[in-house]
């Protein structure tokens, strides 16, 4: 009952207003669509754990944030049909050149192409009118390492 009203709550807001009565009596796991910015999130974390790993030379572990972090952009484009899928795809040679690298086991390559990639997203984010959004290849293991928090000087 809590739950429902609450459903409801999120309803008036104008958040839910396409789910049906019946459907909230029942969520499911397979109705949940995760917002972009929850999805983007996760992108941030894996960008960094990516970097990690591959400083460390742990490159199963880099390996395997790689692919979590493309199911992210993927599932980004494929939910969101506001996203230029072009967006994604320009991503493609850098993704490709991460995994090369990776492949490779070339620390120094990898470093890089992560620069590369990183770029990749502020190019999407500006394209997006979301330019305030500015990643960089992290600077430590510290949370959000990987983001600029300083207002860009202004030209
Ligand atoms: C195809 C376009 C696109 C690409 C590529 C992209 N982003 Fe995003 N990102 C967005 C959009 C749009 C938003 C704003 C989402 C919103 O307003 O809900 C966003 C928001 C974010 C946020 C803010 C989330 C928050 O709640 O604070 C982070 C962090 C982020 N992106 C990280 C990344 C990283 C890291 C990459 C690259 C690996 C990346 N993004 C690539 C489109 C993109």
């Given at each position: 009952m809590k739950l429902r009203r609450w459903m409801l709550a999120l309803a008036g807001l104008?958040?839910?207003?396409?789910?049906a009565a019946q459907d909230l009596k029942s969520p499911s796991a397979d109705q949940y669509v995760p917002r972009l910015g929850d999805i983007m999130s996760a992108a941030q974390a894996r960008h960094q754990k990516l970097w990690l790993a591959g400083k460390a030379k742990n490159w199963e572990l880099a390996a395997y944030e790689l692919r979590q972090l493309k199911a992210s952009l993927v599932e980004a484009a494929l939910l969101y049909s506001g996203i230029p899928v072009g967006n994604v795809t320009t991503l493609e040679p850098s993704l490709r050149s991460v995994s090369d690298a990776i492949d490779a086991k070339d620390g120094r390559k990898f470093a890089k192409v992560l620069g590369e990639l990183t770029e990749g997203c502020n190019a999407c984010h500006r394209s997006m009118s979301r330019g305030f959004v500015v990643m960089k290849v992290p600077s430590d293991q510290q949370p959000f390492a990987n983001q600029q928090f300083a207002p860009a000087a202004r030209p």
């Open positions: 104008g958040v839910a207003t396409a789910v």
